[in-house]
């Protein structure tokens, strides 16, 4: 398995923008599918948005399409998401994931190796 860390996460006012950065350890991390997960207050825990291994192909949650872009350095074994315009409802702990299927995934049990979770505040 890979190590995830998350950074980047912070408080911001709505329609501002954060990028969160997942750093892996390993010289695996280029071919491990990889996936941002989220969870709100008192919710459970959310799909976000995932990247295939090689970076070309990459999926989105509807309530962050147009809004967030998932990015990856295979040579820096960092993945990024980019978030613009936040909203109040986008304020969660996000959890970067990843996975050594054949494709990315939006769900979170086809993951093995988790991050430990960095705090997205947007107040309004």
């Known amino acids: 398995q890979v190590q995830l860390v998350e950074s980047g996460g912070g408080l911001v006012q709505a329609g501002g923008s954060l990028r969160l950065s997942c750093a892996a350890s390993g010289r695996t991390f280029s071919s491990y599918n990889l996936g941002w997960f989220r969870q709100p207050p008192g919710k459970k825990r959310e799909f976000v948005a995932a990247?295939?291994?090689?970076?070309?192909?990459?999926d989105y949650a509807d309530s962050v399409k147009g809004r967030f872009t998932i990015s990856r350095d295979n040579a820096k074994n960092t993945m990024y998401l980019q978030m613009n315009s936040l909203k109040p409802q986008d304020t969660a702990v996000y959890y970067c994931?990843?996975?050594?299927?054949?494709?990315?995934?939006?769900?979170?049990?086809?993951?093995?190796?988790w991050g430990q979770g960095t705090q997205v505040t947007v107040s309004s």
């Open positions: 990247i295939g291994w090689s970076g070309r192909s990459t």
């Open positions: 994931a990843g996975q050594r299927g054949d494709y990315y995934s939006n769900y979170e049990y086809e993951y093995d190796s």
